[in-house]
Protein backbone atom coordinates (compact mmCIF):
# COMPACT_ATOMS: atom_id res chain seq x y z
CA UNK A 1 0.00 0.00 0.00
CA UNK A 2 1.55 3.29 -0.94
CA UNK A 3 2.07 5.17 2.28
CA UNK A 4 -0.11 8.37 1.92
CA UNK A 5 -3.04 6.10 1.22
CA UNK A 6 -1.95 4.39 4.51
CA UNK A 7 -1.98 7.51 6.39
CA UNK A 8 -5.32 8.10 4.84
CA UNK A 9 -6.99 5.09 6.62
CA UNK A 10 -5.81 6.40 10.19
CA UNK A 11 -6.87 9.35 8.97
CA UNK A 12 -10.57 8.40 8.00
CA UNK A 13 -10.57 6.41 11.44
CA UNK A 14 -10.16 9.34 13.41
CA UNK A 15 -12.24 11.80 11.27
CA UNK A 16 -15.22 9.38 10.95
CA UNK A 17 -15.23 9.39 15.00
CA UNK A 18 -15.40 13.18 14.85
CA UNK A 19 -17.77 12.90 12.27
CA UNK A 20 -15.52 15.32 10.04
CA UNK A 21 -17.30 16.53 6.93
CA UNK A 22 -16.04 15.71 3.05
CA UNK A 23 -15.15 18.83 2.31
CA UNK A 24 -13.06 19.50 5.79
CA UNK A 25 -11.80 15.82 5.27
CA UNK A 26 -10.20 17.18 2.11
CA UNK A 27 -8.90 20.31 2.98
CA UNK A 28 -6.47 19.04 5.99
CA UNK A 29 -5.35 16.04 3.48
CA UNK A 30 -4.32 17.66 0.39
CA UNK A 31 -0.75 19.44 1.12
CA UNK A 32 -0.37 22.84 0.73
CA UNK A 33 2.67 22.74 -1.81
CA UNK A 34 4.84 20.09 -3.36
CA UNK A 35 8.07 20.29 -4.39
CA UNK A 36 10.19 18.64 -7.10
CA UNK A 37 14.30 19.32 -7.88
CA UNK A 38 16.85 18.00 -10.03
CA UNK A 39 19.80 18.35 -8.01
CA UNK A 40 23.15 17.91 -10.51
CA UNK A 41 26.53 17.74 -8.72
CA UNK A 42 30.23 16.58 -9.49
CA UNK A 43 31.09 13.12 -8.26
CA UNK A 44 34.50 12.45 -6.44
CA UNK A 45 35.42 10.71 -10.02
CA UNK A 46 34.61 13.85 -11.80
CA UNK A 47 31.72 12.17 -12.96
CA UNK A 48 28.71 13.95 -13.54
CA UNK A 49 25.05 12.39 -11.03
CA UNK A 50 21.75 14.16 -10.90
CA UNK A 51 19.27 12.82 -8.09
CA UNK A 52 15.75 13.85 -7.62
CA UNK A 53 15.21 16.11 -4.06
CA UNK A 54 11.39 16.38 -2.45
CA UNK A 55 9.73 18.96 -0.10
CA UNK A 56 6.22 18.57 0.68
CA UNK A 57 4.57 21.35 2.81
CA UNK A 58 1.72 19.81 4.11
CA UNK A 59 -0.08 22.53 6.42
CA UNK A 60 0.54 25.49 8.12
CA UNK A 61 -2.59 26.42 10.30
CA UNK A 62 -0.89 25.94 13.42
CA UNK A 63 2.29 27.60 12.89
CA UNK A 64 5.71 27.90 10.29
CA UNK A 65 5.84 24.22 8.86
CA UNK A 66 8.45 21.87 10.09
CA UNK A 67 10.02 18.33 9.00
CA UNK A 68 13.25 16.09 8.66
CA UNK A 69 14.94 15.50 6.01
CA UNK A 70 15.35 11.98 5.07
CA UNK A 71 18.33 10.56 2.75
CA UNK A 72 17.51 7.12 1.74
CA UNK A 73 17.69 5.22 -2.01
CA UNK A 74 13.39 4.39 -1.27
CA UNK A 75 12.63 8.13 -0.77
CA UNK A 76 9.60 9.09 -3.28
CA UNK A 77 7.61 11.57 -3.67
CA UNK A 78 4.42 9.31 -2.19
CA UNK A 79 6.53 8.71 1.02
CA UNK A 80 7.68 12.04 1.72
CA UNK A 81 3.95 13.56 1.44
CA UNK A 82 3.05 11.02 3.72
CA UNK A 83 5.39 11.95 6.11
CA UNK A 84 4.53 15.49 5.92
CA UNK A 85 1.10 14.71 6.32
CA UNK A 86 2.47 13.13 9.58
CA UNK A 87 4.29 15.64 10.66
CA UNK A 88 1.04 17.90 10.97
CA UNK A 89 -0.67 15.72 13.05
CA UNK A 90 2.21 14.99 15.25
CA UNK A 91 3.46 18.62 16.09
CA UNK A 92 -0.47 19.25 17.02
CA UNK A 93 -0.78 16.08 19.24
CA UNK A 94 2.16 17.80 21.14
CA UNK A 95 0.39 21.33 21.08
CA UNK A 96 3.89 22.81 19.72
CA UNK A 97 3.34 25.79 17.46
CA UNK A 98 4.09 24.20 13.83
CA UNK A 99 2.43 22.34 10.67
CA UNK A 100 4.05 19.71 8.80
CA UNK A 101 6.29 19.45 6.40
CA UNK A 102 9.22 17.05 5.06
CA UNK A 103 11.98 16.64 2.59
CA UNK A 104 14.35 13.59 0.66
CA UNK A 105 16.71 12.77 -1.66
CA UNK A 106 16.73 9.33 -3.20
CA UNK A 107 20.19 8.51 -2.10
CA UNK A 108 22.21 5.99 0.00
CA UNK A 109 24.43 7.99 1.81
CA UNK A 110 26.57 4.72 2.94
CA UNK A 111 27.48 4.56 -0.56
CA UNK A 112 28.59 8.36 -1.13
CA UNK A 113 31.84 10.13 0.21
CA UNK A 114 31.33 12.81 2.84
CA UNK A 115 32.13 15.47 0.24
CA UNK A 116 29.16 14.00 -2.49
CA UNK A 117 27.17 14.07 0.29
CA UNK A 118 27.58 18.01 1.30
CA UNK A 119 27.40 18.76 -2.37
CA UNK A 120 23.98 17.28 -3.17
CA UNK A 121 22.80 18.91 0.36
CA UNK A 122 24.28 22.45 -0.33
CA UNK A 123 22.85 21.99 -4.03
CA UNK A 124 19.21 20.57 -3.26
CA UNK A 125 19.20 24.30 -0.43
CA UNK A 126 20.27 26.48 -3.69
CA UNK A 127 16.88 24.84 -4.72
CA UNK A 128 14.42 25.20 -2.17
CA UNK A 129 15.98 28.04 -0.33
CA UNK A 130 13.24 30.74 -1.18
CA UNK A 131 10.41 28.29 0.30
CA UNK A 132 11.98 27.65 3.32
CA UNK A 133 12.67 29.69 6.14
CA UNK A 134 12.68 30.48 9.72
CA UNK A 135 8.88 31.18 9.93
CA UNK A 136 7.72 29.40 7.10
CA UNK A 137 9.82 25.62 6.82
CA UNK A 138 12.11 24.39 9.37
CA UNK A 139 14.15 21.37 8.14
CA UNK A 140 15.41 18.88 10.68
CA UNK A 141 17.39 15.31 10.60
CA UNK A 142 15.43 12.23 9.68
CA UNK A 143 16.64 8.67 8.60
CA UNK A 144 20.13 8.71 6.81
CA UNK A 145 20.89 12.45 7.84
CA UNK A 146 22.43 14.19 11.06
CA UNK A 147 24.00 17.57 12.59
CA UNK A 148 26.57 17.69 9.92
CA UNK A 149 23.77 17.82 7.50
CA UNK A 150 22.12 20.98 9.42
CA UNK A 151 24.75 23.13 9.41
CA UNK A 152 25.62 22.34 5.81
CA UNK A 153 22.26 23.67 5.60
CA UNK A 154 22.16 26.92 7.72
CA UNK A 155 25.52 27.63 5.99
CA UNK A 156 23.90 27.54 2.73
CA UNK A 157 20.92 29.54 3.33
CA UNK A 158 22.51 31.87 4.64
CA UNK A 159 24.71 32.49 1.39
CA UNK A 160 21.25 34.07 0.27
CA UNK A 161 19.55 35.18 3.06
CA UNK A 162 22.28 36.64 5.89
CA UNK A 163 22.31 35.17 9.69
CA UNK A 164 19.37 32.99 10.01
CA UNK A 165 20.84 30.00 12.45
CA UNK A 166 16.29 29.41 12.63
CA UNK A 167 15.89 28.00 9.21
CA UNK A 168 17.25 24.40 10.55
CA UNK A 169 17.39 22.78 13.44
CA UNK A 170 18.90 19.50 14.76
CA UNK A 171 22.52 21.89 13.99
CA UNK A 172 26.09 20.71 15.88
CA UNK A 173 25.65 22.12 19.42
CA UNK A 174 28.90 24.34 18.65
CA UNK A 175 26.86 25.97 15.74
CA UNK A 176 23.73 27.11 17.23
CA UNK A 177 22.55 23.19 18.11
CA UNK A 178 20.97 22.26 21.34
CA UNK A 179 22.24 19.86 23.81
CA UNK A 180 20.01 16.91 23.80
CA UNK A 181 18.78 17.36 20.37
CA UNK A 182 20.41 14.11 18.55
CA UNK A 183 19.16 11.76 22.16
CA UNK A 184 15.62 13.62 22.50
CA UNK A 185 13.88 11.14 19.85
CA UNK A 186 14.85 8.31 20.98
CA UNK A 187 14.90 9.36 24.96
CA UNK A 188 11.33 10.67 24.41
CA UNK A 189 10.36 7.32 23.14
CA UNK A 190 11.95 5.70 26.23
CA UNK A 191 9.78 8.42 28.34
CA UNK A 192 6.82 6.99 26.89
CA UNK A 193 7.25 3.78 26.97
CA UNK A 194 7.82 4.30 30.98
CA UNK A 195 4.85 6.04 30.85
CA UNK A 196 2.60 3.13 28.99
CA UNK A 197 4.00 0.53 30.86
CA UNK A 198 2.82 2.51 33.84
CA UNK A 199 -0.55 2.53 33.05
CA UNK A 200 -0.60 -0.82 31.90
CA UNK A 201 0.74 -1.99 35.45
CA UNK A 202 3.91 -3.96 34.31
CA UNK A 203 7.16 -3.00 35.43
CA UNK A 204 10.40 -2.19 33.45
CA UNK A 205 12.68 -4.60 34.86
CA UNK A 206 10.63 -7.39 34.24
CA UNK A 207 10.00 -6.03 30.34
CA UNK A 208 12.38 -7.87 27.12
CA UNK A 209 12.64 -4.96 24.39
CA UNK A 210 13.37 -5.78 20.71
CA UNK A 211 14.31 -2.69 18.71
CA UNK A 212 14.79 -2.48 15.19
CA UNK A 213 17.18 0.36 14.30
CA UNK A 214 20.39 0.75 15.75
CA UNK A 215 20.75 4.92 14.20
CA UNK A 216 19.89 7.68 16.21
CA UNK A 217 16.49 6.83 17.26
CA UNK A 218 17.33 3.13 18.36
CA UNK A 219 20.27 3.64 19.52
CA UNK A 220 19.14 6.22 22.17
CA UNK A 221 15.91 4.30 22.82
CA UNK A 222 18.17 1.34 23.84
CA UNK A 223 20.11 3.23 26.06
CA UNK A 224 17.30 5.11 27.99
CA UNK A 225 15.46 1.86 28.49
CA UNK A 226 18.83 -0.14 29.39
CA UNK A 227 19.22 2.98 32.06
CA UNK A 228 15.82 2.47 33.39
CA UNK A 229 16.04 -1.27 34.14
CA UNK A 230 14.30 -2.89 31.34
CA UNK A 231 16.35 -5.69 29.37
CA UNK A 232 17.22 -5.05 25.69
CA UNK A 233 17.42 -8.33 24.19
CA UNK A 234 17.98 -7.86 20.53
CA UNK A 235 18.08 -4.98 18.01
CA UNK A 236 19.04 -4.44 14.06
CA UNK A 237 20.51 -2.33 11.60
CA UNK A 238 20.82 -2.79 7.93
CA UNK A 239 23.38 -5.29 8.07
CA UNK A 240 20.48 -7.49 10.46
CA UNK A 241 19.79 -8.48 14.30
CA UNK A 242 21.36 -9.27 17.11
CA UNK A 243 19.96 -11.18 19.97
CA UNK A 244 20.91 -11.55 23.62
CA UNK A 245 18.25 -13.34 25.49
CA UNK A 246 19.98 -12.47 28.42
CA UNK A 247 20.32 -8.74 27.33
CA UNK A 248 22.89 -7.19 25.03
CA UNK A 249 26.24 -5.77 25.85
CA UNK A 250 24.77 -1.69 24.85
CA UNK A 251 27.74 0.02 25.61
CA UNK A 252 29.77 -2.54 23.34
CA UNK A 253 27.77 -2.18 20.80
CA UNK A 254 27.88 1.64 20.88
CA UNK A 255 31.37 1.39 20.77
CA UNK A 256 31.36 -1.07 17.78
CA UNK A 257 29.22 1.23 15.41
CA UNK A 258 31.66 4.06 16.31
CA UNK A 259 34.47 2.51 15.05
CA UNK A 260 32.59 0.66 12.29
CA UNK A 261 31.27 3.84 10.38
CA UNK A 262 27.78 4.06 12.10
CA UNK A 263 27.08 -0.09 11.92
CA UNK A 264 26.88 -3.27 13.42
CA UNK A 265 28.31 -5.56 10.84
CA UNK A 266 30.53 -8.14 11.88
CA UNK A 267 30.03 -7.78 15.81
CA UNK A 268 30.26 -10.85 17.18
CA UNK A 269 28.78 -11.06 20.95
CA UNK A 270 25.16 -11.69 19.91
CA UNK A 271 23.22 -14.40 18.08
CA UNK A 272 22.89 -13.03 14.25
CA UNK A 273 18.85 -13.01 13.13
CA UNK A 274 17.26 -11.29 10.60
CA UNK A 275 15.52 -8.48 10.86
CA UNK A 276 12.11 -10.06 10.14
CA UNK A 277 12.99 -12.74 13.04
CA UNK A 278 13.55 -9.93 15.26
CA UNK A 279 9.79 -8.42 14.65
CA UNK A 280 8.61 -11.70 15.34
CA UNK A 281 10.70 -12.11 19.01
CA UNK A 282 9.13 -13.43 22.39
CA UNK A 283 9.89 -10.19 23.83
CA UNK A 284 7.04 -7.77 25.98
CA UNK A 285 7.95 -4.74 24.05
CA UNK A 286 8.92 -4.14 20.16
CA UNK A 287 10.21 -0.72 18.72
CA UNK A 288 10.35 -0.53 15.31
CA UNK A 289 12.63 2.34 15.03
CA UNK A 290 14.36 2.13 11.22
CA UNK A 291 12.06 2.06 8.18
CA UNK A 292 8.31 2.26 7.41
CA UNK A 293 5.77 -0.54 6.31
CA UNK A 294 8.14 -3.38 8.56
CA UNK A 295 4.37 -4.29 10.49
CA UNK A 296 2.23 -6.17 7.85
CA UNK A 297 -1.18 -8.18 7.22
CA UNK A 298 1.42 -10.80 6.66
CA UNK A 299 3.57 -10.58 9.52
CA UNK A 300 1.19 -8.98 12.24
CA UNK A 301 -0.34 -12.60 13.21
CA UNK A 302 3.30 -13.83 14.20
CA UNK A 303 4.02 -10.64 16.15
CA UNK A 304 4.42 -11.85 20.12
CA UNK A 305 5.00 -8.78 21.72
CA UNK A 306 1.99 -7.13 23.62
CA UNK A 307 3.01 -4.39 23.58
CA UNK A 308 4.36 -2.07 19.93
CA UNK A 309 6.06 1.62 20.88
CA UNK A 310 6.26 3.34 17.17
CA UNK A 311 9.69 5.12 17.48
CA UNK A 312 9.50 4.66 13.53
CA UNK A 313 7.53 6.95 11.31
CA UNK A 314 4.74 4.77 9.46
CA UNK A 315 5.91 1.39 10.35
CA UNK A 316 2.46 -0.42 10.97
CA UNK A 317 0.63 -1.09 8.03
CA UNK A 318 -3.22 -0.10 8.72
CA UNK A 319 -4.43 -3.80 7.95
CA UNK A 320 -1.90 -4.78 10.56
CA UNK A 321 -3.10 -2.64 13.08
CA UNK A 322 -6.44 -3.73 12.52
CA UNK A 323 -4.90 -7.38 13.25
CA UNK A 324 -3.25 -6.55 16.29
CA UNK A 325 -5.51 -4.51 17.45
CA UNK A 326 -8.48 -7.24 17.48
CA UNK A 327 -5.78 -8.95 19.19
CA UNK A 328 -5.75 -6.48 21.92
CA UNK A 329 -2.34 -5.51 20.99
CA UNK A 330 -1.70 -2.25 22.59
CA UNK A 331 0.36 0.27 20.06
CA UNK A 332 1.58 3.73 20.95
CA UNK A 333 1.01 5.63 17.64
CA UNK A 334 4.35 7.04 15.69
CA UNK A 335 2.45 10.86 16.01
CA UNK A 336 3.17 10.36 20.06
CA UNK A 337 5.48 7.63 20.22
CA UNK A 338 9.02 9.78 17.94
CA UNK A 339 7.35 13.44 19.06
CA UNK A 340 10.31 14.13 21.40
CA UNK A 341 12.63 14.88 17.94
CA UNK A 342 10.30 17.51 16.90
CA UNK A 343 9.50 18.79 20.22
CA UNK A 344 13.53 19.46 20.89
CA UNK A 345 13.64 20.58 17.68
CA UNK A 346 11.36 23.28 18.73
CA UNK A 347 13.00 24.15 21.80
CA UNK A 348 16.05 24.90 19.47
CA UNK A 349 14.35 26.92 17.42
CA UNK A 350 12.84 29.08 20.00
CA UNK A 351 16.32 29.60 21.71
CA UNK A 352 18.23 30.03 18.23
CA UNK A 353 15.12 33.01 17.81
CA UNK A 354 16.02 34.48 21.27
CA UNK A 355 20.35 33.99 20.99
CA UNK A 356 20.12 32.07 24.32
CA UNK A 357 20.68 28.83 25.64
CA UNK A 358 19.28 26.15 27.57
CA UNK A 359 21.41 24.05 29.39
CA UNK A 360 21.19 19.86 28.79
CA UNK A 361 18.70 19.91 32.46
CA UNK A 362 16.59 22.28 31.38
CA UNK A 363 16.06 20.53 27.83
CA UNK A 364 15.22 17.33 29.56
CA UNK A 365 13.18 18.65 31.81
CA UNK A 366 10.62 20.42 29.38
CA UNK A 367 10.90 17.41 26.91
CA UNK A 368 9.41 15.62 29.56
CA UNK A 369 6.50 18.15 30.30
CA UNK A 370 5.71 18.32 26.74
CA UNK A 371 5.65 14.58 26.02
CA UNK A 372 3.74 13.46 29.52
CA UNK A 373 0.98 16.19 28.54
CA UNK A 374 0.49 14.91 25.29
CA UNK A 375 0.69 10.85 26.81
CA UNK A 376 -1.99 12.39 29.20
CA UNK A 377 -4.51 14.00 26.59
CA UNK A 378 -4.33 11.05 24.05
CA UNK A 379 -4.58 8.13 27.03
CA UNK A 380 -7.84 9.90 28.59
CA UNK A 381 -9.00 10.35 25.16
CA UNK A 382 -8.84 6.45 24.13
CA UNK A 383 -10.53 5.65 27.05
CA UNK A 384 -13.37 7.68 26.97
CA UNK A 385 -14.16 7.43 23.29
CA UNK A 386 -13.13 3.77 23.54
CA UNK A 387 -10.59 3.57 20.58
CA UNK A 388 -7.35 2.94 20.08
CA UNK A 389 -4.22 5.02 21.32
CA UNK A 390 -3.63 5.91 17.09
CA UNK A 391 -7.21 6.85 16.89
CA UNK A 392 -6.97 9.18 19.82
CA UNK A 393 -3.99 10.54 18.97
CA UNK A 394 -4.78 11.29 15.43
CA UNK A 395 -8.64 12.80 17.21
CA UNK A 396 -6.50 15.19 19.28
CA UNK A 397 -4.26 16.36 16.04
CA UNK A 398 -7.10 16.83 13.72
CA UNK A 399 -9.40 18.45 15.92
CA UNK A 400 -6.56 21.39 16.90
CA UNK A 401 -5.34 21.78 13.50
CA UNK A 402 -9.12 21.92 12.10
CA UNK A 403 -10.12 24.86 14.80
CA UNK A 404 -6.90 26.82 13.90
CA UNK A 405 -8.10 26.60 10.38
CA UNK A 406 -11.00 27.72 10.63
CA UNK A 407 -10.51 30.18 13.45
CA UNK A 408 -7.41 31.64 10.78
CA UNK A 409 -10.71 32.03 8.18
CA UNK A 410 -11.05 29.26 5.35
CA UNK A 411 -11.35 31.60 2.25
P1 LIG B 1 19.18 6.76 11.20
O1 LIG B 1 19.59 6.94 9.80
O2 LIG B 1 19.96 7.41 12.28
O3 LIG B 1 19.09 5.20 11.55
C1 LIG B 1 18.33 4.31 10.78
C2 LIG B 1 18.63 2.90 11.23
O4 LIG B 1 17.83 2.01 10.43
C3 LIG B 1 20.07 2.47 11.04
O5 LIG B 1 20.46 1.64 12.12
C4 LIG B 1 20.01 1.68 9.73
O6 LIG B 1 21.05 0.72 9.62
C5 LIG B 1 18.66 1.01 9.87
N1 LIG B 1 18.12 0.53 8.60
C6 LIG B 1 18.16 1.14 7.39
N2 LIG B 1 17.60 0.36 6.45
C7 LIG B 1 17.19 -0.76 7.09
C8 LIG B 1 16.57 -1.95 6.69
N3 LIG B 1 16.25 -2.17 5.41
N4 LIG B 1 16.27 -2.88 7.65
C9 LIG B 1 16.59 -2.67 8.94
N5 LIG B 1 17.21 -1.57 9.38
C10 LIG B 1 17.50 -0.64 8.47
O7 LIG B 1 17.64 7.21 11.25
P2 LIG B 1 16.81 7.71 12.49
O8 LIG B 1 16.92 9.17 12.56
O9 LIG B 1 17.13 6.87 13.68
O10 LIG B 1 15.32 7.41 11.99
C11 LIG B 1 14.71 6.12 12.16
C12 LIG B 1 13.20 6.28 12.06
O11 LIG B 1 12.75 7.21 13.06
C13 LIG B 1 12.68 6.83 10.73
O12 LIG B 1 11.44 6.23 10.45
C14 LIG B 1 12.49 8.32 11.02
O13 LIG B 1 11.54 8.90 10.17
C15 LIG B 1 12.02 8.25 12.45
N6 LIG B 1 12.19 9.51 13.19
C16 LIG B 1 13.42 10.06 13.35
C17 LIG B 1 13.55 11.25 14.09
C18 LIG B 1 14.89 11.88 14.38
O14 LIG B 1 14.92 12.86 15.13
N7 LIG B 1 15.99 11.38 13.86
C19 LIG B 1 12.40 11.86 14.62
C20 LIG B 1 11.17 11.25 14.45
C21 LIG B 1 11.08 10.07 13.73
Known sequence: ???????????????????????MRRLLVIPKREVQVQIAVEMDDGELATFIGYRVQHNNSRGPMKGGLRYHP????????????????????????????????????????????ERITRKFIDEIHDIIGPDSDIPAPDMGTGAEEMAWIMNQYAKYHGFSPACVTGKPVEMFGL??????????????VIKLL????RKPDLTRVAIQGFGNVGSHTAKYLSEATCRVVAVSDISGGYYRPEGLDLSGMF???????????????????????????DVELLI???LGGVVTAENAPRIKAPIIVEGANAPTEPDADEILFKRGTIIL???????????????????NRQ?????????????????????????ELSVERKVSLRTAAFMLGIGRVGRATVLGGIT
Not at 90 to 104: H, L, M, Q, R, S
Not at 181 to 189: F, I, K, W
Not at 360 to 371: F, G, P, T
Request: aromatic share 8%; no cysteine; hydrophobic share 40%.
Open 74 to 117: QVDLDEVRALAALMTWKTAVVNIPYGGAKGGIAIDPMRLSRREV
Open 355 to 379: HYQWGINRVRQELDAVLSEGFQRVW
Open 1 to 23: MRAFDALQIYFNRAADQMDLTEN
Open 333 to 351: PDILANSGGVTASYFEWVQ
Open 179 to 192: PGREEATGRGVGIL
Open 255 to 281: RYTREHRGTLEGYTEAERISNAALLEL
Open 198 to 201: GRLN
Open 288 to 290: PAA
